[in-house]
Structure formats: C-alpha cells, structure tokens
C-alpha cells in the first residue's frame, strides 16, 4: 500500500504563503502523476496543481497564478507553494499520486487543513 504524508497546513493571514509537502512512500519516479487537490465541506474536491512524470505541470482555476507545484527527487518530496493566500483558499489540501503497473492505480493523503483568516 501506497502513503502519501502531507505536512505544511496551518492557520495564516490573508495576503500571507504558505507551502506544503507531501512525502511518499515510494520512490517520486515511480508515479506517473503527483498533485494537490483541496475539499470544502459540502463541495466536491477540486485539481489545485498537478505534475506529469513529463515535468508537464498544470493549475486548476480557482488558484492559478498563485500556485506553484515542484518536485524535489533527493528529498523524495513534492511541494505546493501558495502565495497571496484568500479566505476562500481555506480548505482540507490532499496529495494526490497515480501509479502505472498493470492497471492505473491513485492514491490520496489523509489530507492538511490551511485555514486563512482575514
């Protein structure tokens, strides 16, 4: 079984960053996609970034420009930087992985709450 441990949530400013790390328990070459999602209560979860095996990386609306997603191989880590940080940005933040063997295989972190206040 596959873990993904988030770490980096907490309580901030409006206006204010943060940045979050998710380290799995595989190897960082051995996913073929690696992202962050987010989850309000009462609202289905939503793509905050998302990083290819391409290095291909891609931003979900509701964050992009204030987002930057990047992977660091010797530290096995993948980070989520979130600048200029909104009220609305205040959410349970989920890593998300997906691995190739004979099928398609996801898995998800048990998730960081950022909470921002104004």
């Known amino acids: 079984q596959v873990q993904l441990v988030e770490s980096g949530g907490g309580l901030v400013q409006a206006g204010e960053s943060l940045k979050l790390s998710c380290v799995p328990s595989?190897?960082?070459?051995?996913?073929?996609?690696l992202g962050w999602y987010r989850q309000v209560p009462g609202r289905e979860r939503e793509l905050v970034a998302r990083i290819l095996n391409s290095h291909l990386a891609s931003y979900g609306d509701s964050m992009k420009g204030r987002v930057s997603i990047s992977r660091d191989i010797t530290k096995n880590t993948v980070y989520l930087s979130m600048n200029n940080l909104e009220p609305e940005d205040t959410a349970v933040y989920y890593c998300y992985g997906r691995i190739r063997l004979d099928s398609m295989y996801e898995y998800w972190g048990q998730g960081t709450q950022v909470t921002v206040s104004s």
């Open positions: 595989r190897r960082l070459v051995s996913f073929n996609a």
